[in-house]
Every structure is written in C-alpha cells, then in structure tokens.
Nanobody, 122 residues
Framework: QVQLVESGGGLVQAGGSLRLSCAASGRTFSNYNMGWFRQEPGKERHFVAAITKNWGTTDYADSVKGRFTISRDNAKNTIDLQMNSLKPEDTAVYYC???????????????WGQGTQVTVSS
C-alpha cells in the first residue's frame, strides 16, 4: 500500500499561482510513476500531469502545458504541482495518484489521495 496526502489547495484569483504537494508513505515511492488528476462536481476525473519513476520524464494535458510544472523528490517521497497563470476553468478537486503504467489513464493508477480543492475566482 501507498498512502498519499495532498496539501496546498485554496482560493486564488485568476492569474495567480498555487503549489500543490503530495506526500507519500508506505511502499517505496521511487517505484511508482506519479500523476495529478482533477475532477469537477459531476464530471469525470481528468489527467493533469505525470512524472515517471525512472527518468523523471513529464507529461502534461494540453490545457495546462506551459502553466503547470510537476516535480518529484524521491528522497523526501513527495511530488509537487506548481500551478501558474491560473484560470477559473482550473477550478476542481486535485488528486495525487501512484502507479500509472499508462500515465494519462486514471484507471491505471493503484493508489489515490483524498484530494485538495483548488478554486480560481475570476
């Protein structure tokens, strides 16, 4: 098992920034690809960003490319999501996940955090 705890969500004005963090415990963190997903009420969970376990290769949804940056620290068992130039459409609950053979598919992730709310006001 891997336990994941997100933090850093909140309310921010459009154009502002937030940094989300995800702390992992349990099995060896460095063995897992890691991803961030987001979900609006009544909608499906969507891929945001991911980072691989081996080389730290990153992947981003087109909607956040150039604005969000994912990073990981295997020594601290954490991943972060730096979110800049936030837009109202970025408003959602953001989830951290571990696993992900196919980085963009939520069903391929084995472990999930409880989520953190991000609200961007216009």
């Amino acid at each position: 098992q891997v336990q994941l705890v997100e933090s850093g969500g909140g309310l921010v004005q459009a154009g502002g920034s937030l940094r989300l963090s995800c702390a992992a415990s349990g099995r060896t963190f460095s063995n897992y690809n890691m991803g961030w997903f987001r979900q609006e009420p009544g909608k499906e969970r969507h891929f945001v960003a991911a980072i691989t376990k081996n080389w730290g290769t990153t992947d981003y949804a087109d909607s956040v490319k150039g604005r969000f940056t994912i990073s990981r620290d295997n020594a601290k068992n954490t991943i972060d999501l730096q979110m800049n130039s936030l837009k109202p459409e970025d408003t959602a609950v953001y989830y951290c996940a571990a696993g992900g053979y196919d980085l963009r598919v939520p069903q391929n992730y084995n472990f999930w955090g409880q989520g953190t709310q991000v609200t961007v006001s216009s």
